[in-house]
């Protein structure tokens, strides 16, 4: 099994940012996606971003030159680093470790982007 446990979510103004982190422990050997999901109310959830174990990037193209995905290796933790933030972007955020036999998701942090 692989633990995730998010954190960095919170209240932020248009314009403002936040970073959010995401420590893996358990087996995490075999991982070879890392990634960042979110989730606002009445829509599914989508792909912020991800990361491969080869430090291959996607990202989805509302957030293209806005946020940066990273990790740690000697933390087992990623990041999803948020700048210039929209109303838009409040959502529920939710870590992703894919293998290939499965997914695993953390529990998700609220971020709200509000005046």
């Known amino acids: 099994q692989v633990q995730l446990v998010e954190s960095g979510g919170g209240l932020v103004q248009p314009g403002g940012s936040l970073r959010l982190s995401c420590a893996a422990s358990?087996?995490?050997?075999?991982?070879?996606?890392m990634g960042w999901y979110r989730q606002a109310p009445g829509k599914q959830r989508e792909l912020v971003a991800s990361?491969?174990?080869?430090?291959?990037?996607n990202y989805a193209d509302s957030v293209k030159g806005r946020f940066t995905i990273s990790r740690d290796n000697a933390k087992n933790t990623w990041y999803l680093q948020m700048n210039s933030l929209k109303p838009e972007d409040t959502a529920v955020y939710y870590c992703?470790?894919?293998?290939?036999?499965?997914?695993?998701w953390g529990q998700g942090t609220q971020v709200t982007v509000s005046s």
């Open positions: 992703n470790a894919r293998k290939i036999t499965r997914d695993y």
């Open positions: 358990g087996n995490i050997f075999s991982i070879y996606v």
């Open positions: 990361i491969t174990t080869g430090d291959s990037t």
